[in-house]
Nanobody, 125 residues
Framework: QMQLAESGGGSVQAGGSLRLSCAAS???????MAWFRQAPGKEREGVAG????????KYVNSVKGRFIISRDNAKKTVYLQMNGLKAEDTAMYYC???????????????????WGQGTQVTVSS
C-alpha cells in the first residue's frame, strides 16, 4: 500500500524548534519530495523540496535560513528541521512526492500527491 506518515509536530513557543519526519512506503518515495503546510482558512503552500538523488534543495522565502529539509534514503524518510519558529508557521504540515513531469521546485500543490494525514505544528507567541 502506498502511503506517507508524517510525525514530529507539536506545540512550541516562538523561537523554538521542531523536527518533522515523513516515512514513505511502497512507491511513494519518488525522485523529489517536498513539505507543504496549510493554515486554517488558507490554501496549502509549498515550504521546501528536495531531490532524493543529489540532495539539492529548495525553500520558499518565508522559511529560508530557518528550515532545513533532508533525507535518509535507506529509511525512505524525509525530514524538516524547523528552527526559529514563528507564530505564522502554525499549520498542518504534509509531505508529498512529486508526481509531475514539470519542475519539482516550483512546489505547486497540483504537481504532488499521495497526501498523508499531516502533523500539526502550533507556535505560540
Amino acid at each position: 500500500q502506498m502511503q506517507l506518515a508524517e510525525s514530529g509536530g507539536g506545540s512550541v513557543q516562538a523561537g523554538g524548534s521542531l523536527r518533522l519526519s515523513c516515512a514513505a512506503s511502497g512507491h511513494t518515495y519518488r525522485t523529489c519530495m517536498a513539505w507543504f503546510r496549510q493554515a486554517p482558512g488558507k490554501e496549502r503552500e509549498g515550504v521546501a523540496g528536495i531531490y532524493i538523488g543529489d540532495g539539492s534543495t529548495k525553500y520558499v522565502n518565508s522559511v529560508k535560513g530557518r528550515f532545513i529539509i533532508s533525507r535518509d534514503n535507506a529509511k525512505k524518510t524525509v525530514y524538516l528541521q524547523m528552527n526559529g519558529l514563528k507564530a505564522e508557521d502554525t499549520a498542518m504540515y504534509y509531505c508529498a512526492p512529486f508526481l509531475s513531469s514539470l519542475n519539482c521546485f516550483s512546489l505547486r500543490v497540483s504537481d504532488f500527491g499521495y497526501w498523508g494525514q499531516g502533523t500539526q505544528v502550533t507556535v505560540s507567541s
